[in-house]
T-cell receptor, first 114, second 111 residues
Framework: DTGVSQDPRHKITKRGQNVTFRCDPI?????LYWYRQTLGQGPEFLTY????????KSRLLSDRFSAERPKGSFSTLEIQRTEQGDSAMYLC????????????FGEGSWLTVV | QKEVEQNSGPLSVPEGAIASLNCTYS??????FFWYRQYSGKSPELIMF????GDKEDGRFTAQLNKASQYVSLLIRDSQPSDSATYLC???????????FGPGTRLSVLP
């Protein structure tokens, strides 16, 4: 059973460029989450999907951020016109549905905006 | 706004001692609570979860929940240097499905 997979693991980009991260969840998990984490802070919720439907999106998420999960399997997180403040680790997690579900994280994608 | 609070530490304990990590949460309706361990530069990994008041034990780890006080704790017995990490408390939003994380407590186990 493979875990949550994220790609790329590291990305360095210039300010103003667009970046896209991909997440492949655990195969039987229908829920997928995106979080952002900066140094010394806990993961901050960005958005989550149940199958292909985006059910919740953080109010902190600016309109430069967009996430998709078109076929209910893998997901992409795109950041347009990156800013230095976007530098962080972007974490994907997945879970099953139900009251006892727990989330399992991928290894994260590190973004550095220079 | 739903909040999860933890003492950021660092908490230093000698090898073999009991480490006690604490967490409080703001939403009284919360039902599900989780502890994750995160090594430097790595992603969080689940240690254990607890849903009912009282204690839940898993090996050297014990989670304690007191819903009346809105308090969750994690005890690590016989602490080892390999336990040195940041411990994240998470609470599942009872009205949605996202998980709200605290800032984490950094634990250092001294040999």
């Amino acid at each position: 059973d493979t875990g949550v997979s994220q790609d790329p693991r590291h990305k360095i980009t210039k300010r103003g460029q667009n970046v896209t991260f991909r997440c492949d969840p655990i195969s039987e998990h229908n829920r997928l989450y995106w979080y952002r984490q900066t140094l010394g802070q806990g993961p901050e919720f960005l958005t989550y999907f149940q199958n292909e439907a985006q059910l919740e999106k953080s109010r902190l998420l600016s309109d430069r951020f967009s996430a998709e999960r078109p076929k209910g399997s893998f997901s992409t997180l795109e950041i347009q016109r990156t800013e230095q403040g976007d530098s962080a680790m972007y974490l994907c997690a997945s879970s099953t549905q139900g009251p006892g579900n727990t989330i399992y994280f991928g290894e994260g994608s590190w973004l550095t905006v220079v | 706004q739903k909040e999860v609070e933890q003492n950021s530490g660092p908490l230093s304990v000698p090898e073999g001692a009991i480490a006690s990590l604490n967490c409080t949460y703001s939403d009284r309706g919360s039902q599900s609570f989780f502890w994750y361990r995160q090594y430097s530069g790595k992603s969080p990994e689940l240690i254990m979860f607890i849903y009912s008041n009282g204690d839940k034990e898993d090996g050297r780890f014990t989670a304690q929940l007191n819903k009346a006080s809105q308090y969750v704790s994690l005890l690590i017995r016989d602490s080892q240097p390999s336990d040195s990490a940041t411990y994240l408390c998470a609470v599942r939003d009872p009205y949605g499905q996202n998980f709200v994380f605290g800032p984490g407590t950094r634990l250092s186990v001294l040999p």
